[in-house]
C-alpha cells in the first residue's frame, strides 16, 4: 500500500529514445508533480498538475511532456533523450492548494534515469 | 523566487552526538518540511512544520516564522541518520503547492 508509487526504479536507456516513468497515488491528493535531482542532489520542481490540469511549467525543454489521466496518476514521457537528462526523477502529491493546503507533500521513491 | 539556505553544508559525527541543522528563507512561507534523503535515494518526510515545535522521537524542529528560519535538532545520532536532509518551503500567499528546495546539508554519522 504504496502511497506515491513510480515505475520504473532504474532506467538505463542509449541518447536519442523516448522514454516513459509513470506515477500512481493513493491518498486522495488533488495535486501531483515532477521534480528532477540532478547530480549534485539539487531538487528543482519541473511539472504540477492540480485536478488533471497543468498548473506549474517550469523552463523544461519541450521534449518533456507530463500527462494527468485522472488525478490519482501523473506520467512523464521524454522524448530524444540526451545525456544531460540523466537525473533522478521524483514524483510527489500534495492534497489542497491555496488556503485548502494540507500536511505538505509526499515523495515517490525516484527513477533513476541514466542515458548512455 | 525565494531563497533557501541550509547550513552548515557537511556534518560528521560520532554516533551518540547531538546535532542542529538550520535552514534560513527568504520570505514568508505556508509550508515548510524537513526531509531525509537515505543512502539509497529515498526522501522521507520528517515533518511537516510551518511553524512552532515539533518531536518525533530523537528528531526534532522548530520553526520561528516571523524571522524566517527552522532548526532540525538531531539527539543520540546514530549511523542510520546518515544521508542528506533537505529543507523545503512554499511561498506564503501562494495559490499553488512549489515547494523549493535548499542545497541541503549532507550528515555522515561514524560508529
Known amino acids: 500500500d504504496t502511497a506515491v508509487s513510480q515505475t520504473p526504479k532504474y532506467l538505463v536507456t542509449q541518447m536519442g529514445n523516448d522514454k516513459s516513468i509513470k506515477c500512481e497515488q493513493n491518498?486522495?491528493?488533488?495535486?501531483m508533480y515532477w521534480y528532477k535531482q540532478d547530480s549534485k542532489k539539487f531538487l528543482k520542481i519541473m511539472f504540477s498538475?492540480?485536478?488533471?490540469?497543468?498548473?506549474i511549467n517550469e523552463t523544461v525543454p519541450n521534449r518533456f511532456s507530463p500527462k494527468s489521466p485522472d488525478k490519482a496518476h501523473l506520467n512523464l514521457h521524454i522524448n530524444s533523450l540526451e545525456l544531460g537528462d540523466s537525473a533522478v526523477y521524483f514524483c510527489?502529491?500534495?492534497?489542497?492548494?491555496?488556503?485548502?493546503?494540507?500536511?505538505?507533500?509526499?515523495f515517490g521513491s525516484g527513477t533513476r534515469l541514466t542515458v548512455v | 523566487g525565494i531563497q533557501v539556505e541550509q547550513s552548515p553544508p557537511d556534518l560528521i559525527l560520532q554516533e551518540g552526538a547531538n546535532s542542529t541543522l538550520r535552514c534560513n528563507f527568504s520570505d514568508s512561507v505556508n509550508n515548510l518540511q524537513w526531509f531525509h534523503q537515505n543512502p539509497w535515494g529515498q526522501l522521507i518526510n520528517l515533518f511537516y512544520?510551518?511553524?512552532g515545535t515539533k518531536q518525533n522521537g530523537r528528531l526534532s524542529a522548530t520553526t520561528v516564522a516571523t524571522e524566517r528560519y527552522s532548526l532540525l535538532y538531531i539527539s543520540s545520532s546514530q549511523t542510520t541518520d546518515s544521508g542528506v536532509y533537505f529543507c523545503a518551503v512554499r511561498r506564503g500567499g501562494t495559490s499553488y503547492g512549489k515547494l523549493t528546495f535548499g542545497q541541503g546539508t549532507i550528515l555522515t554519522v561514524h560508529p
Open positions: 510527489a502529491s500534495s492534497q489542497g492548494t491555496g488556503g485548502a493546503f494540507l500536511y505538505g507533500y509526499t
Open positions: 512544520i510551518p511553524s
Open positions: 491518498l486522495g491528493h488533488d495535486t
Open positions: 498538475y492540480n485536478n488533471k490540469e497543468l498548473i
